[in-house]
C-alpha cells in the first residue's frame, strides 16, 4: 500500500501547512521524544534490573510507550489508521524480520571467520542475554519509528522514495558518528548496510513490522550472540570472541558493521529489496513528478 495525502478539508489553510511533510516531521519527533522522555523518567524510578528477565519487559514497555506517542501522532494529527502498524499478519512480519536479523549478521560473521577475523575462545551464561534483549527491543522500535516511520515516510511524500531513501540512509549513518569509536567509514558503512536496507524494507512491506525485527535482531546478534561490539559499544554475549585482523575485515572497534563483509553482504540485500519494491510499484514519484 503506497503513502496516501491525508483527506484535506478544502479552504482550510491551516490544515494544509499542518500537513506540509517538514511540519509533519516536525511534529512527529516532538510526539516521539514526549514518549522517549516519559520512557527514561520512568526508567530513573524504576532502574532496569540487570542481568533478570524483567529489564526485557521493562525495555519492552518503554518501546510501547514510544510506539504509542507515534500512534497518538499519527491519529491526532495526520488523522489517518495507523498502517505502518496494522495488526493483520504483523506477527509473521515481525517474525520474518527477526530471522532476517540474525541469518545475516551470522553471514557476515561466518565470512569474518573463515577469514581468520573471529574466532571463538569463551562462552558467557545465558544472563547476558538480558540486557542485550532489552536493548536491541528499545533500539529497533524506537529507531525505526523515527528513521523510517517519521523521516523517510514523511520525506517520501514529499521528494519521493530515492531522495527520502537516500536523506534517511545518511541521516542514520551521521547519528552513528557519535557513537563510541565511531570513524567516517563507520558512519558511511551504517548509511548503506542498514540506512539503506531498513528502508528497502520498509519500502516492500509499507510496514514497520519487519523492519523492527530485523533491526533488533541484528543488534542482538552482534551483541548477545557472537559478543561483537554493536555500534560501537561493547556488549558481552554467549560467545566470546578474539577478533583479529585488519579494520576492513573485522571492522575494529566500532563491531563487525564498520567490517567491508557487512557493508558487501547488506548492501547486496537491500539492492535486492530495492528491485522487489520496484517491481511491485512500490516506488514513490516526488511531487513534481505526478499527475
Known amino acids: 500500500m503506497l503513502p496516501t495525502e491525508p483527506n484535506t478539508p478544502p479552504n482550510s489553510k491551516v490544515w494544509r501547512v499542518i500537513h506540509f511533510p517538514l511540519v509533519l516531521l516536525v511534529i512527529g519527533f516532538v510526539f516521539v521524544m514526549a514518549g522517549n522522555v516519559t520512557a527514561a523518567v520512568l526508567a530513573r524510578i524504576v532502574p532496569p534490573l540487570h542481568n533478570n528477565p524483567v529489564e526485557m519487559l521493562q525495555a519492552a514497555a518503554f518501546a510501547a510507550l514510544v510506539a504509542g506517542a507515534y500512534v497518538a501522532f499519527v491519529r491526532l494529527i495526520e488523522r489517518r489508521p495507523v498502517s505502518e502498524f496494522g495488526a493483520k499478519g504483523w506477527a509473521g512480519e515481525l517474525g520474518v524480520g527477526l530471522l532476517l536479523g540474525v541469518a545475516l549478521f551470522s553471514v557476515v560473521i561466518g565470512i569474518i571467520a573463515l577469514l581468520g577475523g573471529y574466532r571463538v575462545i569463551g562462552y558467557g551464561s545465558f544472563a547476558v542475554l538480558y540486557p542485550s534483549v532489552a536493548l536491541s527491543i528499545f533500539s529497533g522500535v524506537g529507531e525505526e519509528i523515527v528513521l523510517r516511520g517519521l523521516f523517510f515516510r514523511l520525506i517520501e511524500r514529499w ?14 549513518g551521521v547519528l552513528h558518528l557519535g557513537n563510541p569509536n565511531a570513524t567516517l567509514f563507520a558512519g558511511f558503512a551504517i548509511a548503506l548496510e ?8 520498509y519500502m516492500v512491506t509499507r510496514r514497520l513490522w519487519a ?11 552482534q551483541g548477545g550472540i557472537y559478543g561483537v561490539a554493536v555500534s560501537g559499544f561493547e556488549e ?16 575494529g572497534a566500532f563491531g563487525a558493521e564498520a567490517s567491508l563483509v557487512a557493508l558487501i553482504v547488506n548492501v547486496a540485500f537491500g539492492i535486492a529489496l530495492l528491485a522487489i519494491a520496484y517491481r511491485r510499484g512500490k516506488i514513490v514519484a516526488p511531487f513534481w513528478a505526478r499527475r
Open 211 to 221: 523492519a523492527i525485527g530485523l533491526h533488533a535482531a541484528w543488534n542482538f546478534a
Open 194 to 201: 542498514a540506512g539503506v536496507m531498513l528502508a528497502a524494507l
Open 236 to 251: 558481552k554475549g554467549l560467545l566470546r570472541p578474539d577478533m583479529r585482523g585488519p579494520e576492513w575485515l573485522t571492522g
Open 159 to 172: 521528494l519521493g522514495s530515492w531522495i527520502a531513501l537516500a536523506l534517511s540512509a545518511a541521516l542514520f
